[in-house]
């Protein structure tokens, strides 16, 4: 089975800080595919960044960037420079290659204070 | 942009009456997924769909949950009778999923349902 673990709940900044949101996986599958979602207030998820089993390399997409670890079964995502606006829930998915279907963690809430 | 389009978007109604969710997926996704978000529970697979055939719905309450796909253009949810304990929001998503490929491709949430049952 399938299982994603967003160990901290929530999280609390200040603006301008960098925040690093943690998550865990655990999968047979040697194909699969990662993700994160964020969740404004509003209530919509939004698809933010993605990575395959395949590919460890590391990225960098303007105020977002994510570490992907095979060995420790992590897929960590980081805001610099962190801003009002990116206060929401965020979401944390592993895919199953073929099915499509996504296992979900739990979330952590991000708050970032001016 | 194309997006997946919920309705009704608020639904507040007493205990034992039938509710019904719809949702548009995205032309040209071919798999609808049902999922359901409550503080308790997180973020829950109901069931889903691939081109309009039901997949898994090992996450939903059979006796009184149904999920159906009419045509490639419509999904629905119903709960009969609702009970207190669905109050929730719930989601669908689309997304594409090349048969016996493999797919990177994200899905695609509509803006929910809240569902409050008194």
């Not at chain 1, 207030?41 to 698809?47: A, H, K, M, R």
């Not at chain 2, 996450?59 to 609702?82: H, V, Y």
Request: aromatic residues 12%; contains cysteine.
């Amino acid at each position: 089975a399938q299982k994603v673990t967003q160990a901290q709940t929530e999280i609390s900044v200040v603006e301008k800080e960098d925040v690093t949101l943690d998550c865990v996986y655990e999968t047979r599958d040697t194909t699969y595919y990662l993700f994160w979602y964020k969740q404004p207030p509003s209530g919509e998820l939004v698809f933010l960044i993605r990575r395959n089993s395949f590919d460890e390399q590391n990225e960098i997409s303007g105020r977002y960037s994510w570490n992907f670890q095979k060995s420790t079964s992590s897929f960590n995502f980081t805001i610099t420079a962190s801003q009002v606006v990116d206060s929401a829930v965020y979401f944390c998915a592993l895919s199953e290659a073929y099915a499509g279907k996504s296992t979900f963690g739990d979330g952590t809430t991000l708050t970032v204070k001016p | 942009d194309a997006r997946v389009t919920q309705t009704p978007r608020h639904k507040v109604t007493e205990m034992g009456q039938e509710v019904t969710m719809r949702c548009q997926p995205i032309l040209g996704h071919n798999t609808v997924f049902w999922y359901r978000q409550t503080m308790m529970q997180g973020l829950e697979l109901l069931a889903y769909f691939r081109n309009r055939a039901p997949l898994d719905d090992s996450g939903m309450p059979k006796d009184r949950f149904s999920a159906e796909m009419p045509d490639a253009t419509l999904a629905t949810l119903k709960i009969q009778p609702s009970e207190p304990r669905d109050s929730a929001v719930y989601f669908c998503a689309s997304g594409l999923v090349p048969d016996g490929q493999p797919s990177s491709q994200p899905q695609h949430f509509g803006d929910g349902t809240r569902l409050s049952i008194l």
